[in-house]
């Protein structure tokens, strides 16, 4: 490249690097150009719009504050991060091109998203085969970690989540005997973490007297509810998103479901109160991360996040936060061995990969590390109970000792 060439190209990235999204009119740089940044760009690929918001909207907030965390520490050893949000939607399609928009357009260094292992499962090879490392926040279905090796997530799998779910129901009612499970059967999510339900409520003895299937986009569910009160349950396991989640455990509450409920990932979301207000009491749902954990970091993010939103941090804006914390960390580590203004983007990509799957992170989740295959390695989790105030208008997750 001659020197006008690079001086373009330097301002470029600037540009980009300055103004986030907003590069229309700016030839993009080749990924070999060497990534001069005045602010380290990490793409966050969430739903911001679509009924899958409900979750990725708590996701957004955590991503926000963890920009401002680390950046007020001093970012990447004196550069800032810049997040540049794309938002995906609900769907697979938009997944994808946000996913695309970072890589190509924005040239972001490594990507936090998608918000769902359905959208993970279409998106993710597109950043595998662009070399772009991926971190997921909130995919929890199995074989999130298998789809390349840029593909991590900072969500502990499914499998090791929601039997806790069914734990702390028995240990609530060692009475339950009969179970009824429900799932969306069009969501990939939904579909594993139904398989591990399934398989716990075997493990324990206990009868799966039916099992149900209905669509993330239903919001009736008379036949589903009707056929599983049916069935006489103790017990309703529900395997969906916030917005079916909460109808159907409304629903099942409206035709006089007395029993427990377990809810889901999908569902654990304040976002589901005014779903089900007053309906939604009661219902457990396992975690991955408690307000309560005591370090350092988790005070920090407790305390920001309560400033803002005057509530507890929900696990979904934990976990981003972890993911962004973790690319933070590894591109300071990345960046005492060779100055990450001097690596060509696609080298950047890639050491940042290699590095953060070798790292431990002392997270708001508690510490946690890498598998080589980029699962994540995680000590705690949680149950908590969904606790509604009389008038339903608002409600809090009550964590179970
Ligand atoms: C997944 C999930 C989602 C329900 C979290 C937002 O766990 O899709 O894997």
């Known amino acids: 490249m001659n020197t006008a060439a690079r001086t373009f190209s330097l301002l470029t990235w600037l540009l980009l690097a300055g103004c986030g999204q907003s590069n229309s009119g700016t030839t993009p740089t080749s ?25 990725g909207q708590e996701e957004v907030a955590g991503a926000k504050i963890a920009e401002r965390y680390f950046n007020q520490r001093g970012g990447i050893n004196g550069t800032p991060i810049k997040l540049v949000f794309q938002d995906t939607g609900g769907d697979e399609a938009g997944t994808i091109n946000a996913f695309q928009t970072l890589i190509t357009k924005n040239k972001v260094v490594g990507i936090v998203g998608p918000t769902l292992s359905q959208q993970a499962f279409a998106a993710d090879p597109v950043a595998e085969r662009a070399k772009v490392p991926v971190l997921g926040p909130s995919n929890t279905a199995k074989g999130i970690p298998q789809i390349g090796e840029y593909v991590a997530r900072v969500s502990a799998p499914i499998s090791v989540v929601a039997p806790n779910a069914v734990e702390a129901a028995l240990k609530i009612n060692s009475k339950i005997k009969r179970v009824a499970v429900f799932y969306a059967q069009n969501d990939a999510f939904s579909k594993s973490e139904t398989e591990i339900f399934q398989q716990t409520v075997k493990q324990r003895g206990l009868e799966l007297v039916t099992v149900q ?20 349950p103790d017990l309703v396991i529900i395997s969906g998103l916030a917005a079916d989640g909460g109808n159907l455990v409304r629903q099942l509450r409206e035709l006089g479901y007395k029993g427990q409920i377990i809810g889901g990932n999908g569902l654990n979301t304040s976002n589901i109160f005014p779903v089900c207000k007053t309906l939604c009491d009661r219902i457990l749902i396992a975690q991955a991360y408690s307000p309560e954990y005591k370090s350092k970091i988790n005070t920090a993010f407790r305390s920001a996040y309560r400033d803002q939103y005057k509530k507890e941090p929900p ?22 061995k060779t100055k990450i203004n001097e690596l060509p983007l696609a080298e950047l990509r890639a050491k940042l990969n290699q590095q953060l799957l070798t790292g431990k992170y ?37 964590f179970l000792k």
């Not at 070999?32 to 979750?55: C, D, E, F, R, W």
């Not at 299937?213 to 006489?232: E, L, P, R, V, W």
């Not at 508690?366 to 699962?375: K, L, N």
Request: hydrophobic fraction near 40%; charge should be negative.
């Open 315 to 336: 696990q979904f804006s934990a976990q981003t936060f972890a993911a962004v914390q973790v690319f933070v960390e590894a591109l300071q580590q990345v960046n005492q």
């Open 362 to 398: 002392n997270t708001p989740l508690g510490e946690i590390s890498f598998t080589p295959e980029g699962e994540v390695v995680q000590k705690a989790f949680y149950v908590a109970q969904i606790k509604m105030d009389a008038d339903g208008s608002n409600g809090k997750f009550v």
């Open 31 to 55: 990924n070999s150009s060497p990534a001069a940044l005045s602010k380290v760009p990490v793409g966050i690929a969430v739903a911001q719009t679509s009924n899958v918001a409900l979750l």
């Open 213 to 232: 299937k209905f669509q993330t986009t239903d919001t009736d569910f008379q036949t589903q509810a009707t056929n599983g009160i049916n069935a006489k």
